[in-house]
């Protein structure tokens, strides 16, 4: 009977020593997977939001440039328009709708059925 008893205790402890092993070796594995999925996909402070919002200052500053050379072009434009007379005078005349002294406006009605 006391041999019995230390056969059961025997086979316990070696199921313990295996639980304990396999818990050695896998809660590692278990924890560095769970924090992996928490980093790069599960929260919002993940490396998935970090792509998105690095994709985002990516957008703004192709915005940015885009608006810098828009910028440029009509300082470029202003300053062509400022120091050359014939064409501030062109512009004036176009946009302004001056007339030359020796030009007649001819100003057409609508008619009221007709726009």
């Given at each position: 009977m006391v041999l019995r008893a230390m056969q059961v205790v025997t086979r316990l402890s070696v199921n313990r020593d295996w639980i304990r092993g396999g818990l050695f070796y896998t809660l590692p594995f278990l924890m560095v997977g769970w924090m992996a999925y928490g980093l790069?996909?599960?929260?919002?402070?993940?490396?998935?939001?970090?792509?998105?919002?690095?994709?985002?200052?990516?957008?703004?500053?192709?915005?940015?440039?885009?608006?810098?050379?828009?910028?440029?072009?009509?300082?470029?434009?202003?300053?062509?328009?400022r120091n050359d007379a014939k064409t501030m005078e062109n512009l004036i005349h176009r946009e302004l709708g001056y007339l030359y002294p020796d030009e007649f406006m001819l100003i057409v009605p609508e008619q009221e059925g007709k726009q």
């Amino acid at each position: 009977m006391v041999l019995r008893a230390m056969q059961v205790v025997t086979r316990l402890s070696v199921n313990r020593d295996w639980i304990r092993g396999g818990l050695f070796y896998t809660l590692p594995f278990l924890m560095v997977g769970w924090m992996a999925y928490g980093l790069f996909v599960a929260k919002d402070e993940g490396y998935r939001a970090y792509r998105i919002e690095q994709l985002e200052l990516i957008t703004f500053q192709q915005d940015i440039d885009q608006l810098q050379q828009h910028r440029d072009a009509l300082v470029d434009e202003i300053l062509h328009v400022r120091n050359d007379a014939k064409t501030m005078e062109n512009l004036i005349h176009r946009e302004l709708g001056y007339l030359y002294p020796d030009e007649f406006m001819l100003i057409v009605p609508e008619q009221e059925g007709k726009q």
